[in-house]
């Protein structure tokens, strides 16, 4: 519950896309495939890595992490 909380609050700070709200959600979702929820899992990585995308265009570091 702390994790979701913090992603909360990190969305309200950071009104649109922020690098460290991909992170967290990123964090989130490993948090949530360590332990088996995958559906929860699923949408955080997706949501991250387009977030990343719109951030970071084209080739770039930051993307290809995500895809990974």
């Known amino acids: 519950p702390y994790a979701r909380a913090a992603l909360d609050m990190l969305r309200r700070l950071h009104?649109?896309?922020?690098?460290?709200?991909a992170?967290?959600?990123?964090?989130?979702g490993g948090l949530?495939?360590?332990r088996g929820?995958?559906?929860a899992a699923e949408p955080l990585y997706?949501?991250?890595?387009?977030?990343?995308?719109r951030l970071f265009?084209?080739?770039?570091v930051y993307v290809s992490i995500r895809l990974n």
């Open 15 to 21: 009104k649109g896309d922020h690098e460290d709200v």
């Open 23 to 28: 992170d967290l959600m990123e964090q989130l």
């Open 32 to 34: 949530y495939l360590d």
């Open 37 to 39: 929820r995958y559906a």
């Open 46 to 53: 997706k949501e991250a890595l387009e977030m990343t995308r």
């Open 57 to 60: 265009k084209g080739d770039h």
